[in-house]
């Protein structure tokens, strides 16, 4: 135990900044000042951070702290050099600002923090939060303090969450998030596992060879099965196949977590974490692996919001059918592949009276019985849409002829002619007029497509009701 002062003497007022510019040991020092500077010196080695001291030119008079952990570097190797260097081209700027800002404020008060990318030799840039503490007007220290603190993932979390907001994809959030695991508290080797778009196999993101996962049995399987978390302190209960493979990888203990969970109580990716220490996962790591938990949940969530909102804007409300817009991103696909679409434009014959005489709500009943009639006619490869009111489109697949077409649209006339019952038992009797489209020249936009079967469409009124015209080029 240190030697306490004795009663009633005054504690010798010594300002941390006097620490970096420790005196030189001599005849006169006592053996006490010796160990305490040692003592002090070796505390401030032992900073899991960098700690430097910069002067008015930008120059690091000072450097000390586990500056190792922070990069390649060492604390001689950074004194006489200029703080840009430490940090990357485009934070110089950054940094530069907190060392002015910090000089300019009163004497030991903190300013920051600032996040800057420092230059790591061997990894590359690598996120910090830098601190700035001004000790100019102290003589044995005549600069400001820089204390950066090394790379955790909580910062790189932060950027997962801007990037969602930004439109990052499922995998690239997953990925990000996987890398933000590697740093501490967690320090693992993660990924995410969820189906994949065609339901055959699964997602794995990222997807890295040497990191053990499916096809094999393992932990994530029982989150597939309903399981929240399923952690194993050591491999033992790992295949024999799993266990070779993962230590083979240096990996001793693996997490698995369920992740954005359903309302059946299943959940729809699961997180696998791999460490390289036999044991137990600390609090800490398990609240870091919680908080990237909810990051991806949330990812999921704004994927799904995102894919029903165009959902809704490509489906028809009120027929369930393909909207204009959905049928127009549809059609001009086709015409980005260099197909020749045929186009089929249907009207409702009779339609206006159905609505003047008996209302909206019948004519809605209209609608969706003539989509369901028109739906049962099409030919299981063509596309149905409803434009507006009561006009319909068939978009036919594949190369088909001018008969083939004119049999579709005799299927539709006859179809919606006949009588229909709307509300009330009162029955109506509408009919179809059909424009249609083909073989025009392959690249035709696709607005033009429909305007040559609308004005077919026009034609095809002039005749009377239930008749169909091809437009000719």
Not at 245 to 260: C, E, L, M, Q, T
Not at 353 to 373: C, F, I, K, W
Not at 422 to 429: L, S
Request: hydrophobic letters at 45%; charged letters at 20%.
């Amino acid at each position: 135990m240190a030697d306490l002062p004795p009663p009633g003497s005054q504690p010798r007022s010594e300002p941390f900044g006097t620490l970096p510019a420790m005196p030189p040991k001599d005849r006169d020092s006592s053996p006490d000042q010796s160990r305490s500077a040692g003592y002090l010196e070796g505390v401030l080695a032992s900073l899991p951070a960098a700690l430097l001291v910069i002067d008015s030119n930008g120059t690091i008079t000072y450097a000390s702290g586990q500056l190792n952990r922070m990069g390649s570097r060492t604390p001689g190797s950074l004194k006489g050099a200029a703080i840009g260097t430490l940090v990357t081209p485009e934070d110089r700027e950054a940094v530069d600002q907190l060392i002015k800002l910090a000089a300019a404020r009163a004497e030991g008060q903190m300013v920051g923090p600032v996040r800057v990318s420092y230059v790591d030799e061997v990894r590359g840039p690598r996120v910090t939060q830098a601190w700035g503490l001004n000790r100019s007007a102290d003589q044995s220290i005549g600069g400001v303090i820089l204390l950066m603190l090394p790379e955790s993932s909580y910062e790189r979390f932060d950027q997962v969450l801007e990037s969602i907001s930004l439109g990052a994809t499922l995998e690239e959030t997953f990925a990000a998030l996987a890398e933000a695991l590697r740093y501490p508290p967690a320090e693992a080797e993660c990924f995410f596992l969820a189906p994949a778009r065609d339901d055959r196999g699964v997602l794995r993101a990222p997807d890295i060879q040497q990191v053990p996962g499916p096809p094999s049995a393992g932990p994530w399987d029982d989150v597939w099965a309903g399981a929240h978390v399923v952690s194993h302190d050591n491999l033992t209960v790992l295949s024999p196949a799993l266990q070779t493979a993962a230590r083979a990888a240096g990996f001793h203990a693996v997490s698995a977590f369920g992740v954005h969970q359903r309302a059946d109580g299943r959940y729809d990716a699961c997180l696998v974490m791999w460490r390289r220490e036999e044991g137990p996962m600390s609090g800490f790591a398990a609240a870091n692996a919680q908080r990237a938990i909810a990051i991806a949940s949330l990812a999921m969530s704004h994927a799904a919001e995102e894919a029903g909102l165009k959902e809704a804007t490509q489906r028809d409300s009120l027929t369930g059918l393909a909207s204009r817009t959905g049928f127009f991103e549809l059609l001009e696909a086709r015409v980005r592949a260099g197909e020749q679409s045929a186009i089929l434009y249907i009207d409702l014959d009779g339609f206006r009276q159905v609505n003047e005489t008996l209302g909206h709500l019948a004519g809605d009943a209209v609608l969706r019985v003539s989509a369901r009639r028109l739906a049962s006619v099409m030919r299981p490869t063509d596309d149905l849409a409803r434009l507006s009111d009561d006009e319909f489109v068939v978009l036919c697949s594949g190369s088909v002829t001018e008969e083939q077409v004119g049999a579709i649209a005799e299927r539709i006339i006859a179809s919606l002619s006949r009588p229909l019952a709307v509300a009330d038992g009162e029955t109506v009797n509408i009919g179809a007029s059909v424009g249609a489209v083909l073989d025009l020249p392959v690249g035709t936009p696709a607005d033009a497509l429909l305007a040559k079967a609308d004005h077919a469409l026009y034609r095809a009124k002039l005749k009377g009701p239930g008749q169909w015209v091809v437009a000719t080029d």
